[in-house]
């Protein structure tokens, strides 16, 4: 079922569908999927601090990754202690204090080093400035779903539950917004899913997230995604999808040869 909700004064489009082997109701933000919205680290992205901060490299790591629960958690520290010194830019830091900090709250983060996660190599760094858990996996050749916090795979990626009391979910699939940080995100500069510059990939958001939204959902689930999507931008412009609001077109200008 196709639907149009308006989401922070612009309209989305939205299509559900219900989980061939269980009690489940999948809904996803069609017009995100068909974005080209991509991840601009250390090519643009302006960081989540309260004034833009490009030259710091920090991304939306300043504030640490917060753990979803105790495996997250310990998931990731098993990770840390296999990362080499030439990955991982504060290994020291964290073989001696540790990488996680539970807060007075109860919430479990990734500890903070010099204004920014524990894991984030800085610019500099002979190993490149980065996710120290990311640059593993790259070295690797495992996703780097299978190292890093939930959250950070994730985003902007969102997955919201609801329940109707019966044993009946609706699981929603959604763009991360800046509401969702809570009160802070209203304070950050800037926002990756509301910046024209970071809609320039050259596939769609289904396409080049497709790993994260099977993890998210179910290779099942993805699959009934994947086949509506490619129906509808098959359809010679009939019933076009609704653009996302923060993206642009793009004008590929053909260089004259010397």
């Known amino acids: 079922m196709a639907d149009l909700q308006v989401k922070d004064g612009a309209t989305h489009?939205?299509?559900s569908f219900e989980d061939p082997g269980e009690e489940r109701t999948w809904v996803f933000d069609v017009t995100f999927m068909l974005s080209h919205w991509g991840c601009i680290f250390g090519r643009g992205c302006q960081g989540v601090l309260t004034e833009p901060a490009p030259e710091l490299v920090h991304g939306c790591c300043s504030y640490g990754a917060h753990f979803v629960d105790a495996s997250d958690r310990r998931r990731v520290e098993?990770?840390?202690?296999?990362?080499?010194d030439d990955q991982w830019q504060f290994k020291k830091k964290g073989q001696q204090r540790g990488v996680v900090k539970v807060k007075k709250n109860g919430e479990m983060v990734t500890r903070l080093v010099d204004g920014a996660c524990i894991f984030l190599n800085r610019p500099g760094f002979?190993?490149?400035?980065?996710?120290?858990?990311?640059?593993?996996?790259?070295?690797?050749?495992?996703p780097h779903l299978e190292l890093k916090?939930?959250?950070?795979?994730?985003?902007?990626?969102?997955?919201?539950e609801q329940s109707d009391g019966g044993g009946h979910v609706t699981s929603t699939i959604r763009e991360w917004d800046r509401r969702h940080w809570g009160a802070g995100g209203e304070e950050f500069a800037w926002w990756c899913t509301e910046a024209p510059e970071a809609f320039t990939e050259g596939e769609p958001v289904y396409k080049t997230l497709r790993?994260?939204?099977?993890?998210?959902?179910?290779?099942e689930a993805y699959a009934l995604l994947a086949d509506y999507l490619e129906k509808r931008v098959s359809t010679n412009g009939a019933s076009r999808p609704l653009p996302h609001p923060a993206e642009r077109p793009v004008k590929f200008v053909k260089k004259k040869r010397l």
């Open 13 to 15: 489009e939205w299509v």
């Open 78 to 84: 098993r990770v840390a202690k296999t990362l080499r």
């Open 126 to 142: 002979e190993g490149g400035a980065g996710c120290a858990l990311h640059r593993a996996a790259l070295d690797r050749g495992v």
């Open 149 to 160: 916090p939930d959250v950070c795979w994730q985003l902007p990626l969102r997955r919201d």
């Open 211 to 219: 790993d994260e939204l099977i993890a998210l959902t179910s290779p």
